[in-house]
């Protein structure tokens, strides 16, 4: 039957976008495949060129699709999203996508505050501080690189956590519930090494989000998490 004519709540064209989405959500269409031109699907759904075209210009300002003049029309590559608004779990947002999360432990040590991170923290220059990098993987694919400080005060068994099968964020979660937070969001060219890990490019730009979270009536950590710009996004609302 003609998804057109079953379907009467939704225009054509928003029947024709649904059908692609579900393509790309079943993974029947993956990144970078193309998908049928407009002559296939106007053909497939009975309806005029123009009804396909629009729907078709939607998914593309959207950034579902990308069309290529002259080539086709493909499967965009994806850009994972995250909240600002409500301090999640990075694991359980992929889950909540459907996808696998897995993370790699890169570093994990003590180390002197000194100046800049003792004023971040709150703490004495001369104090500890815990110290973390962990790449975060969304269907094998490195989507963050999160390099944390901890107030040991706030987390004393920090540095006993095994960071490959638990994130930092579950386990602060854990031991220092939220209070509050301070972040900021700006584009930046990765450094040489938060390159490879997020196996980028040269000259791609990251979307780094500075943040800062309380807990205890203390500042509990300081985290630089790196996302490239090409896969991720943030949103959020009030």
């Not at 593309?60 to 779990?89: F, H, M, P, W």
């Not at 002197?112 to 001369?126: M, R």
Request: with cysteine; net charge neutral.
């Amino acid at each position: 039957m003609n998804p057109i004519r079953s379907n009467k709540t939704l225009p054509a064209f928003q029947v024709i976008k649904q059908f692609v989405l579900d393509q790309i959500h079943q993974g029947l269409w993956k990144e970078g495949d193309v998908i049928p031109g407009e002559a296939a699907l106007a053909l497939k759904f009975g309806v005029s060129r123009m009804t396909v075209n629009r729907a078709i210009r939607e998914l593309a300002d959207e950034q579902v699709v990308e069309r290529v003049q002259g080539s086709g029309t493909y499967v965009a590559q994806q850009k994972y999203q995250s909240t600002l608004v409500e301090i999640r779990n990075i694991a359980d947002e992929i889950a909540a996508r459907g996808h696998i999360h897995h993370s790699e432990l890169h570093q994990l040590e003590s180390r002197l505050a000194g100046e800049f991170l003792g004023k971040a923290l709150g703490i004495a220059s001369a104090n500890k501080v815990y110290h973390s990098v962990v790449v975060h993987f969304e269907n094998n694919l490195p989507i963050q690189v999160e390099e944390r400080f901890v107030n040991p005060k706030v987390a004393p068994d920090y540095l006993k956590q095994d960071f490959n099968a638990l994130t930092p964020n579950a386990y602060l979660m854990q031991v220092a519930p939220l209070q509050s937070v301070n972040f900021e969001i700006e584009a930046r060219l990765p450094p040489q090494n938060i390159r490879a890990m997020l196996r980028m490019s040269p000259r791609e730009p990251c979307l780094l989000l500075h943040r800062q979270t309380h807990s205890k009536e203390q500042i509990a950590s300081v985290a630089d998490m790196w996302h490239p710009a090409s896969r991720y996004r943030f949103a959020g609302h009030f």
